[in-house]
C-alpha cells in the first residue's frame, strides 16, 4: 500500500533556515491531508492541516502546501529550530465523500536541524 | 491542553497470551481509532469506532482483534492469542466528529512485545 510516499528518509538544515518536507499521494478521492511530528517513544503530535479546497495552510512558522494536480503535498518550517529535530509524518484521509476516515500514513521524513 | 491517555506504556506477553491495551480519549470527542506502528515500518490504521460499534476496520484487525468502550472514558483493543508479529507499538487517538475533518489526536502509545 504506497497510496501515500515520503520519499526523502532524512534531512539535514541548518537553524534559522527553511526546512521543506515533501510528500506524494496517489488516491485522487484524499480530500484531507496533515502533518504530524513525532519523537521516538511518543505518539504522533498534530502539526497543521490542510483541506482539499485549499491550495495552503499557515500556522506560525509552519506552512502546508497542496497542489492537487501533481498529488504533492509539503511542509515548510521557517525558520527552523534545534527542537524540530523529529520524524515527520504526512497523512491522508478520504473524508466524508468517500465514507472512510483513517489516515493513511507516509514513511515518514527524519529532519534534523542543526545548531 | 486536554489529551489522549494509554496505558501500559510497555507490556511484555508470551506469545499466544491475551493482552489488553488501554486508552482514555479527550473527553468530548465521539470517534476512536487504534493504529499500530510496527519497528521501521508506517503508521497502519486498524479499527475506528463509534457509536458503540466498530465503524471501519483493516484487513489486519481480524478476529484475534478486539475493541471495547467499557465505561463512558475507556477505550480498550484486546489481543486474544497473542502472535509474535503482533510485537508493535500501538496508538489509540479520537476525534470529534469525522464528518467535519476533525483531526485525530493521538495517545502516547502503548510499546507491545510478544516473546
Known amino acids: 500500500d504506497q497510496q501515500v510516499k515520503q520519499n526523502s528518509p532524512s534531512l539535514s538544515v541548518q537553524e534559522g533556515r527553511i526546512s521543506i518536507l515533501n510528500c506524494d499521494y496517489t488516491n485522487s478521492m484524499f480530500d484531507y491531508f496533515l502533518w504530524y511530528k513525532k519523537y521516538p517513544a511518543e505518539g504522533p503530535t498534530f502539526l497543521i492541516s490542510i483541506s482539499s479546497i485549499k491550495d495552503k495552510n499557515e500556522d506560525g512558522r509552519f506552512t502546508v502546501f497542496l497542489n492537487k494536480s501533481a498529488k504533492h503535498l509539503s511542509l515548510h518550517i521557517v525558520p527552523s529550530q534545534p527542537g524540530d529535530s523529529a520524524v515527520y509524518f504526512c497523512?491522508?484521509?478520504?473524508?466524508?465523500?468517500?465514507?472512510?476516515?483513517?489516515?493513511?500514513f507516509g514513511t515518514g521524513t527524519r529532519l534534523k536541524v542543526l545548531a | 491542553e486536554p489529551e489522549v491517555t494509554q496505558t501500559p506504556s510497555h507490556q511484555v506477553t508470551q506469545m499466544g497470551q491475551e493482552v489488553i491495551l488501554r486508552c482514555v480519549p479527550i473527553s468530548n470527542h465521539l470517534y476512536f481509532y487504534w493504529y499500530r506502528q510496527i519497528l521501521g515500518q508506517k503508521v497502519e490504521f486498524l479499527v475506528s469506532f463509534y457509536n458503540n460499534e466498530i465503524s471501519e476496520k483493516s484487513e489486519i484487525f481480524d478476529d484475534q482483534f478486539s475493541v471495547e468502550r467499557p465505561d463512558g472514558s475507556n477505550f480498550t483493543l484486546k489481543i486474544r492469542s497473542t502472535k509474535l508479529e503482533d510485537s508493535a507499538m500501538y496508538f489509540c487517538a479520537s476525534s470529534g466528529l469525522a464528518g467535519l475533518q476533525e483531526t485525530q489526536y493521538f495517545g502516547p502509545g502503548t510499546r507491545l512485545l510478544v516473546l
Open positions: 497523512a491522508a484521509s478520504g473524508g466524508a465523500a468517500s465514507g472512510t476516515y483513517k489516515y493513511i
